[in-house]
C-alpha cells in the first residue's frame, strides 16, 4: 500500500502535526506550507520536508493526498473548500468556519467532494472526556442533565509575533465578542450528551483587563441541547491568571464527574451505584481498565510528553484510519458545524443582551 502523502499548513502548530504523523507508518509528510518564507526554511531544515510552499494553491497542487489546517482561523473554511474541490482529504483546526456564510459553502464542498472532511477536535481524544463517554453510555451516571466546560488561558502574550504583527488569536478571537473559541469546552460535552444544541444565550463580563480588545475578560455561553439539558461554557482569554484549559463538569440523577480547578488534583466521580450511603470522591484512574479502550491503556508515547496529553495521538490514528478503510469520521462535517454554530450564534446572543438565538437546521441546508 502506498503511503498517503500529507501536507501541512503552518509552520507552528504544524510541527505538532509532524511530529506525531512521524509515529504512524503509512503515511508521509510531504510538503509544508506557510506565507513566512524564514519559518519554512526553518522548519524544513529541523524536520527535512523537502517541498515547501508559500502559496495555497500549488501547494494543493503538489501531489498530496491529505492537508492539515493549522492555519489562522478565518482561513480555515476557505482553504478546506480549495482542498475538497480537488478531492484532497481535510484535517481541519478549530473551528470550522467563522460565519453562517462559511458553514454553508463548506458544508456543500464537502458533499460535492469524493474527500473527506473532519474537524480536528482533539480535547474529544483526550483520555479523560473518553472514559467519561465510555461511562455515561454504560449508564454510570443516570441520566445526564447538566455540565460545564471552560477553557481559561491567558493569551495577551500570544497577540503579536515576533515582528509586532498581530495573530490569530488578535485578530480572529480576541477581536470580537462572543464564546468564539469553545469548541474545545462543548466537543466531548456534546459527545457525553450524543445530542446537539438548540439554542444559545451569551453575556460577557465587560473588558477590565484588555480594554484594547473587543472580547469580554469572560464570556458565558450557555446552551439548552434537544433533550433541554443545560451546558455551561466559559471561555476566558484575557483575565490575569493560571491556566485552566480543560475543565469539565457533569451532573447526572446517579452521578457526577468534576476535573481538576487547580494543578494536583485529580478527577473525580461520584456514583451512587458505587457508593449508595457514601459522599466520597473516587479517582477516575480507577475506571481506566473498564471504560478506556485498550489502545489507550497502551500509548505508545506518554500522554505527559504528548501533544496535548496524547489527544493529538488517538485523533490522528482516527483520522487516518477512516481514511484508510473508508469509515464514517466521528467528527464530520456534520458534528463539525454542530461545534462551530453556536459559537458564531453567540456573538449574535451577546451582543443583543444575551438574547435567545436559535441553531440552524443543518439537516436542511
Known sequence: MNKLKIGIVGTTRGADFYEDFNLFND???????????EALMKFSE???????????EEFLNDGIDVVVLTSPIHMHARQAISALNKDIHVLSEVTAATTLEECKLLLDAVKRSKAKYMMAENYCYIRENVAIQNMVKKGLFGEI????????????HLQYDE???PTWRKTDTMGKRGCNYGTHSLGPILNWFNESVQYVNCLGSGSHTSPDNEIDDTTIMLCRTESDALIKIRLDLTSNRPHIMRYYSLQGTKGC???PSVPGEKHRVWLKDYNPSSEEWMDLEAFYPEFLPEDYLKM????KNANHWGA???MIKDFLDCIMHDKPLNIDIYKALQLTLPGILSEESITSDGKQVT?????KW
Open 27 to 37: 503515511v508521509e509528510v510531504k510538503a509544508i506550507m506557510d506565507t513566512n518564507e
Open 300 to 303: 505508545p508515547v506518554e500522554p
Open 145 to 156: 442533565y447538566y455540565s460545564e466546560g471552560a477553557y481559561i488561558h491567558n493569551v495577551k
Open 46 to 56: 529541523k524536520y527535512g520536508v523537502k517541498r515547501t510552499f508559500s502559496n495555497y
Open 359 to 363: 441553531m440552524p437546521d443543518i439537516s
Open 163 to 165: 515582528n509586532g504583527d
Open 312 to 314: 493529538d495521538y488517538y
Open 257 to 259: 464527574y468534576e476535573a
